[in-house]
């Protein structure tokens, strides 16, 4: 990634991988066309609709459930940022599939589940580093759900599996600019 405007394109070493990674995978898929990455991304806004359509049905009458998801559909900022290449559509539906991956968790109790939330977790961290409030506030839940039940081996695993990723791109910026952080950005 680089932020340079002409060549000679000067690397980015700050930048967090996620959201240029996605973009990259597409890019095989789909091709360098700028329209077809945004339509892959559109496909990403109808994703999104249709995993809180499938996550509010858990809280809700299905009518409901699909008043929910129609909302989110047409809601503003929605439509907006998918017509862009940024990164708050995919933020969005790691979200989303965080907090499925996080009902899953709750329903089974089972360690795969909680080691899935982690990856999301950190996931996301990766795609937005303001995103790096998601993994403490869940891991704050997961604490919750465990002390109560005694059974430490999910949030070994969701510990284990948030720290992970965002853990090894901070260790690359040590080794590549001296310092072990997420981005230069302001308070990351």
Not at 45 to 64: D, H, N
Request: aromatic share 10%.
């Amino acid at each position: 990634f680089s932020q340079s405007e002409s060549p000679p394109l000067k690397p980015d070493t700050w930048r967090t991988p996620g959201y240029p990674l996605f973009l990259a995978a597409l890019m095989l898929v789909v091709g360098r066309s700028p329209g077809a990455l945004i339509v892959a991304q559109q496909g990403l806004g109808i994703l999104q609709v249709l995993l809180l359509y499938g996550i509010a049905r858990r809280f809700m009458t299905p009518r409901r459930a699909a008043l929910a998801a129609v909302l989110l559909l047409v809601e503003p900022y929605h439509l907006f940022y998918s017509l862009w290449l940024m990164s708050e559509t995919l933020f969005v539906t790691l979200l989303l599939l965080a907090w499925h991956a996080w009902q899953a968790a709750l329903d089974t109790r089972r360690v795969r589940w909680f080691a899935c939330l982690g990856l999301l977790a950190g996931v996301l961290v990766l795609v937005r580093p303001a995103g790096v409030l998601v993994p403490v506030a869940v891991g704050i839940g997961v604490i919750w759900t465990i002390v109560r039940r005694s059974a430490w081996k999910p949030l070994a695993a969701y510990v284990l599996c948030a720290a992970v990723l965002p853990g090894a791109w901070m260790l690359r910026n040590l080794v590549t600019a001296g310092h072990f952080a997420l981005s230069d950005q302001t308070g990351v």
